[in-house]
């Protein structure tokens, strides 16, 4: 019968592989051991901030948009609520800087007065940083969960501002600010932004751009022409009235007259007592050059580059004719504004 073998392990080989394994076990724990890189409690910019009021005209115009800012929860492991005090500025922009107001421009020598505020009656101007009014929220972070904010910012073209209608309007090159503040406790870090509580930072943000067109619309008024109380006809009658044009900075336009109600033969005429009194409209002082609605016959001019109104005389004449019966006579004519 076969003795049992017993098979000798060296020591040596033994306890190498023993402290082998006992530095690889070691290792493990001190990787185990090694802190993760820490994440601060901060602010910043979800996208960029950009805004488009489409057509304005001389009355004004305005838009809104949004700036989209996330605060983070408290990273430490304390489940603490944070109370964020959140600041924003924006600077003037490419073509604003040393400007009274932000303006835009068609890079044709042309601007658009515009400004942006914090609030829909336009009444808190947003500027720079150290500006003295401070755009600021404030918001409750509750433990793990990152909250988004909405600073609204509203924009407004001025009005009484006439300019050349044939280019888009832009500004670029705004750039925005975030300065941010935190604590657990709320209203303790300071108005702007830039002290207090337990920290805080600063973060910038672009622009997408501003832009704008000026509407290409013209307006024209006239006033009546009254010939006055006039006796039998028997020479002939003036009398005068006025058109105003208004319209964009550098517009060329003509101004034409229909023939009114009553036109007969080549003559307008106001009716009246079952009966007509002739009449013409002229262009000019000496009435010669009849006033019409066709290319030839209509008074031609232009606005010039600050837009200012034009008046336009228009020449009446009441030509000696046959007496009418006595009585109220009028006519009704159509200005018409071709720009």
């Known amino acids: ?17 023993c402290r082998h394994d006992w530095v690889c076990l070691l290792v493990l724990a001190l990787l185990a051991l090694i802190p993760q ?61 040393g400007q009274p107001t932000r303006r835009m421009t068609n890079y044709n020598g042309s601007y658009l007065n ?6 829909p009656a336009h009444t808190q101007l947003i500027g720079d940083v150290g500006s003295t009014f401070n755009y600021q929220v404030e918001s409750v972070v ?5 909250v988004a904010l909405h600073d609204f910012v509203y924009g407004l073209v001025y009005p009484n501002q006439s300019v050349p209608a044939s280019y888009q309007y832009q500004e670029v090159g705004i750039l925005g600010t975030v300065r941010y503040r935190y604590n657990t406790v709320s209203g303790s870090t300071s108005p702007d932004c830039s002290s207090g509580g337990l920290g805080g930072g600063t ?9 704008a067109t000026f509407e290409n619309s013209c307006t024209v008024t006239a006033t009546d022409l009254d010939f006055g109380q006039v006796s039998t006809p028997t020479q002939a009658v003036n009398g005068l009235s006025t058109i105003l044009v208004q319209c964009p900075a550098n517009t060329t336009w003509q101004v034409g007259l229909d ?8 003559l307008r005429r106001m009716s009246g007592q079952g009966n007509f009194v002739s ?61």
């Open 1 to 17: 019968m076969d003795r049992p073998r017993r098979v000798a392990v060296p020591l040596k080989w033994f306890r190498a592989r």
């Open 259 to 266: 023939n009114g109600l009553n036109y007969n033969a080549g």
């Open 203 to 211: 973060t910038t943000f672009n622009t997408s751009g501003v832009l």
């Open 37 to 97: 890189p820490g994440r601060a409690q901060s602010c910043y910019v979800s996208g960029s901030f950009g805004m488009n009021f489409g057509a304005v005209t001389r009355n004004g115009g305005s838009s809104s948009s949004d700036v989209d800012i996330e605060c983070s929860p408290d990273y430490t492991g304390a489940n603490r609520t944070f109370y964020y005090r959140v600041c924003m500025y924006m600077g003037p922009g490419a073509s604003s800087a």
């Open 114 to 119: 515009y400004d942006l505020f914090a609030d």
């Open 142 to 146: 509750p433990p793990g969960a990152v």
């Open 279 to 339: 009449y013409q409209l002229y262009r000019d002082a000496s009435r010669t050059q009849v006033w019409g609605n066709t290319p030839d016959a209509m008074s031609t001019g232009a606005t010039d580059a600050s837009g200012n109104p034009v008046d336009i005389t228009v020449y009446g004449q009441v030509s000696a004719q046959p007496d009418a019966p006595a009585g109220q006579y009028a006519d009704t004519v159509v200005v018409t504004l071709y720009y």
